[in-house]
């Protein structure tokens, strides 16, 4: 709204809105600072992972934050995933699949090839005692 | 005698008029080779009748390979399904996998008294056999001897859920009425619904497509010869075209008379015949779909079975059910009245199947509010007298404000926007603005509810449509808490669960403005409930978890 009404205010003027247009590329190359060195690690710093005997849970994000939780028999099986830029890296994705409809799929990103590789092989080690779905077992064939 | 026929039998084929029905569709899908030959036989040109021939022929000799090779039989629990011929098909079902077992007839079925059946399992988006289509008898042994194995032993592979319901099965053969809706019920909820105008609104879209956009507005005057042109060209009848002559006429005659107090009242009494004529459209769609309704248990399932031309039957095993969505439009709530739709695992979000569609998304198309408790205790028993037992959590402290700013904040746009135009009009509009909608935001900070019980989730939210989903831990695939950056600015956040439900309810449960801290502790406690139950490590468990 600020901004409309400042437009309306300046708009006769043609040098304000060459002021305009390099407020708003100060601002785009800021941003891009920030995303380039602070968001980073910011982001690093909010995302984590644990592995509980029933269940896995993944925590990420810093404006918009997501906590899940996933209990062990209902991951129907898992994926590691790696990009070209990830493997520069050595490191890939973790794709968790669900039966649910509106996030089938739940993807733990950036994690050391080794972590993601052994994380797989301990979710996919159903319980015993657990006798698996018909539902779930259908999806997975 | 169902036992035996469960463990083994000899192959069944599909009923003989099966070629008729199979023959008819598949020149309903070559619909323009065959207006060709048609109108190629009505000129006596040999093209037309060539093509004509030649599809014919591959129509009949498809229908004919398909009731040729189609082949169906039970053994050792399983369903299994030969079909093709160059492309041959074996298909094995399990019948413990097996969701729902549909039956669709329309009027030359029931002449004929045959049905389509499908059979459906959690895995998919199709139904893993289409039968096209048996006599109604095979269709009532194929349900019997699947309910039979259902409610036997030999269901081995049953979900941990289904023992919950009580083990009545092997008693409870003969099926016990639950629901019968009378026709005056039926015509009513018709009367009450908006069928008509999602019709008629779809019938304008088209028409508008059709020709309305240029000949119609682009021409000066409605005289005759345009009338002549639009029936030569338009693809509508004549009767139509009267109407929009008629129509025609009434606006111009509106438009040189706008402020006679008989216009206005023309105005009012077309509007109300539109109204009225569109409410009986609906009351017409819900008569056809849902005359004779009858809602039926059959040992650990419902069935439901429904329809004046075109009927359809539906059977649900209630340990599938992933949720279940009382909903109420506002008029419907009004008139004391509510439909109930459920969720299974499998099948498409909008799925257009007649019997999929009656099982779940028109599971009970309308039903006295009153009724509802019993209803539910039906489906399942931990909802007996939900509604005196139910705790609704309490809302965060800043849920009113919190949606009225948002109000606020379009409010403030739109009427500065109008400013710039008319300061009079701005203030006006932005003034009547915020009275609506700090009485909008009363009513919808007083319609979102949610309760946590010791079997599952229940979640209310709408303020013209309510809608109440119920769910259950042992159906819930993974919890969530979000934040998005208004949420931590109001120390809120939002939790959702996810289940293999599809969607016909199309209400999803994600509680929005719930108090950060209550929300942390609410998803504690669900994740508790969602655990398998193991004595001891529970406690030190969810300590962790937290």
Same mark, same amino acid.
């Given at each position: 709204m600020g901004w409309l009404v400042f437009g309306l205010a300046i708009r006769q003027s043609f040098d304000a809105w060459q002021w305009l247009f390099l407020i708003l590329i100060g601002i785009v190359v800021a941003m891009l600072v920030w995303a380039a060195t602070f968001f980073p690690r910011r982001s690093f710093l909010a995302s984590s992972w644990r592995l509980h005997p029933h269940g896995f849970e993944i925590r990420r994000g810093i404006w918009w934050r997501h906590r899940i939780f996933i209990p062990r028999d209902r991951i129907q099986h898992t994926d590691v995933h790696q990009g070209p830029m990830q493997r520069a890296y050595g490191l890939a994705s973790l794709v968790l699949n669900t039966g649910g409809t509106h996030e089938p799929s739940i993807t733990l990103e950036g994690i050391e090839i080794p972590v993601a590789e052994s994380l797989r092989e301990q979710l996919s080690k159903r319980d015993s005692s657990q006798v698996p779905s018909a539902a779930q077992a259908d999806a997975v064939a | 005698m169902i036992a035996s026929t469960a463990n083994s039998q000899s192959s069944r084929r599909?009923?003989?008029?099966?070629? @008729?029905?199979?023959?008819?569709?598949?020149?309903?899908?070559?619909?323009?080779?065959?207006?060709?030959?048609?109108? $190629?036989?009505?000129?006596?040109?040999?093209?037309?009748?060539?093509?004509?021939?030649?599809?014919? $022929?591959?129509?009949?000799?498809?229908?004919?390979?398909?009731?040729?090779?189609?082949?169906?039989?039970?053994?050792?629990?399983?369903?299994?399904?030969?079909?093709?011929?160059?492309?041959?098909?074996?298909?094995?079902?399990? @019948?413990?996998?097996?969701?729902?077992?549909?039956?669709?007839?329309?009027?030359?079925?029931?002449?004929?008294?045959?049905?389509?059946?499908?059979?459906?399992?959690?895995?998919?988006?199709?139904?893993?056999?289409?039968?096209?289509?048996?006599?109604?008898?095979?269709?009532?042994?194929?349900?019997?001897?699947?309910?039979?194995?259902?409610?036997?032993?030999?269901?081995?592979?049953?979900?941990?859920?289904?023992?919950?319901?009580?083990?009545?099965?092997?008693?409870?053969?003969?099926?016990?009425?639950?629901?019968?809706?009378?026709?005056?019920?039926? @015509?009513?909820?018709?009367?009450?619904?908006?069928?008509?105008?999602?019709?008629?609104?779809?019938?304008?879209?088209?028409?508008?497509?059709?020709?309305?956009?240029?000949?119609?507005?682009?021409?000066?005057?409605?005289?005759?010869?345009?009338?002549?042109?639009?029936?030569?060209?338009?693809?509508?009848?004549s009767a139509s075209s009267q109407a929009i002559r008629w129509v025609r006429g009434l606006v111009e005659y509106l438009g040189t008379h706008t402020s006679s107090p008989s216009a206005i009242l023309l105005v009012l009494i077309g509007l109300l015949i539109v109204f009225a004529v569109l409410r009986t459209f609906s009351a017409t769609w819900y008569l056809l779909k849902f005359y004779g309704y009858r809602l039926e248990r059959i040992g650990d399932s419902v069935h439901v079975r429904c329809g004046l031309l075109t009927k359809v039957s539906a059977t649900i095993p209630l340990g599938r059910i992933q949720l279940i969505s009382i909903q109420q439009k506002w008029l419907i709530r009004k008139f004391g009245l509510s439909s109930i739709r459920i969720e299974t695992a499998g099948g498409e979000k909008e799925s257009d199947d007649a019997a999929s569609s009656i099982g779940r998304k028109w599971f009970v198309p309308i039903v006295d509010h009153?009724?509802?408790?019993?209803?539910?205790?039906?489906?399942?028993?931990?909802?007996?007298?939900?509604?005196?037992?139910?705790?609704?959590?309490?809302?965060?402290?800043?849920?009113?404000?919190?949606?009225?700013?948002?109000?606020?904040?379009?409010?403030?746009?739109?009427? @500065?926007?109008?400013?710039?135009?008319?300061?009079?009009?701005?203030?006006?509009?932005?003034?009547?603005?915020?009275?609506?909608?700090?009485?909008?935001? $009363?009513?919808?900070?007083?319609?979102?509810?949610?309760?946590?019980?010791?079997?599952?989730?229940?979640?209310?939210?709408?303020?013209?449509?309510?809608?109440?989903?119920?769910?259950?831990?042992?159906?819930?695939?993974?919890?969530?808490?979000?934040?998005?950056?208004?949420?931590?600015?109001?120390?809120?956040?939002?939790?959702?669960?996810?289940?293999?439900?599809?969607?016909?309810?199309?209400?999803?449960?994600?509680?929005?403005?719930?108090?950060?801290?209550?929300?942390?502790?609410?998803?504690?406690?669900?994740?508790?409930?969602?655990?398998?139950?193991?004595?001891?490590?529970?406690?030190?468990?969810?300590?962790?978890?937290?």
């Open positions: - | 599909l009923h003989p008029v099966s070629l @008729l029905f199979e023959f008819a569709s598949i020149l309903r899908a070559n619909v323009i080779p065959t207006i060709a030959a048609i109108v $190629g036989t009505s000129r006596g040109g040999w093209v037309g009748i060539v093509v004509g021939a030649v599809v014919f $022929g591959i129509s009949a000799a498809v229908a004919i390979i398909r009731y040729v090779t189609f082949r169906y039989r039970i053994s050792n629990g399983e369903l299994i399904v030969d079909s093709g011929l160059i492309n041959r098909v074996h298909r094995t079902v399990p @019948l413990s996998r097996i969701q729902n077992i549909d039956l669709s007839q329309n009027l030359f079925h029931r002449i004929l008294g045959v049905g389509e059946v499908r059979v459906e399992t959690a895995s998919g988006k199709e139904p893993e056999a289409v039968m096209r289509v048996i006599a109604i008898k095979e269709y009532s042994q194929l349900r019997n001897e699947l309910l039979s194995f259902r409610n036997s032993g030999l269901d081995e592979l049953r979900e941990e859920n289904v023992e919950q319901m009580p083990v009545s099965g092997s008693q409870t053969k003969a099926p016990e009425l639950i629901l019968a809706l009378p026709t005056r019920l039926v @015509l009513l909820a018709g009367f009450l619904s908006n069928r008509g105008e999602v019709i008629a609104g779809l019938a304008i879209g088209f028409l508008w497509q059709q020709r309305f956009s240029d000949k119609w507005f682009a021409s000066e005057g409605w005289d005759k010869e345009s009338v002549r042109e639009s029936i030569r060209e338009g693809a509508q009848g009153s009724d509802v408790p019993r209803l539910l205790a039906i489906l399942d028993p931990r909802l007996d007298r939900l509604d005196e037992r139910i705790e609704w959590q309490p809302q965060a402290a800043g849920t009113k404000s919190r949606m009225f700013r948002s109000i606020l904040v379009i409010t403030t746009g739109v009427s @500065l926007t109008l400013c710039y135009w008319s300061i009079v009009t701005g203030l006006l509009f932005g003034a009547a603005f915020v009275v609506l909608g700090w009485m909008y935001v $009363g009513k919808k900070a007083k319609s979102l509810r949610y309760a946590r019980t010791e079997w599952g989730l229940v979640y209310r939210s709408g303020t013209w449509e309510r809608k109440t989903s119920i769910t259950f831990f042992d159906k819930l695939q993974s919890v969530a808490l979000n934040q998005s950056p208004f949420d931590q600015g109001w120390k809120m956040a939002t939790l959702k669960v996810d289940t293999a439900a599809s969607g016909p309810a199309d209400h999803r449960i994600e509680i929005k403005y719930l108090d950060v801290e209550r929300a942390n502790s609410e998803l504690r406690a669900i994740i508790q409930a969602v655990l398998p139950r193991m004595a001891g490590t529970q406690e030190k468990l969810v300590a962790e978890v937290a």
